[in-house]
């Protein structure tokens, strides 16, 4: 099971004057005990992705129930060429207290759009020289989420629920 870490401050952010909350992994402090990695999903924050994405591969047995048709086929520019998809899906990302939904791909990593973060759901975002290695998502309680940057990618870590098995129910 997961469990949270103690919020700490580092000596920039002391020197910066930001006070951050820092959680392993991007991960929020509250109602994660009922939550297991099995396994964890990375979500890319992305400012060049126009809407939330997710790759149907990457779903659980819950957010496969949610898939339906967009209301419109959309083509998109991705690395690997142009693309039609015709499918969406709802995605919790517990660690932002959020749904989203999720633009489904044959096979794409998880982004999360940084513009429809700020505009549809109200949250703030500072990457802030002093902490290059935390970029932060805050959201509209307050609660602050530092990001994980690996290579200049800024990304959450979203815990997957632990979907029982035959012999857990019994």
Known sequence: QQTA??????????????????????????NRQ??????????????????HVVSRNGLTDKEKSTIRPCRKPIRLQTANGSIITSH?????????????????????????????????????????????DAP????PTGEVVVCKCDYNVPSITMLVPAELTKEETM
């Open 5 to 30: 870490e103690n919020a700490t401050t580092s000596d920039d952010e002391q020197q910066s004057g930001l006070k951050l909350k820092k959680y392993k992994w991007g991960l929020r402090e509250d």
């Open 34 to 51: 009922d939550y297991f990695v099995t396994p964890s999903r990375r979500l890319v924050v992305d400012s060049g992705a126009s809407m």
């Open 88 to 132: 969406e899906a709802e995605i919790e990302v517990h660690e932002l207290g959020i749904k989203v939904i999720a633009t489904i791909l044959p096979s794409s990593p998880a982004l999360l759009s940084l513009g429809m973060l700020v505009r549809e759901h109200q949250m703030d975002y500072l990457w802030h020289h002093l902490t290059p």
């Open 136 to 139: 932060t998502l805050t959201c």
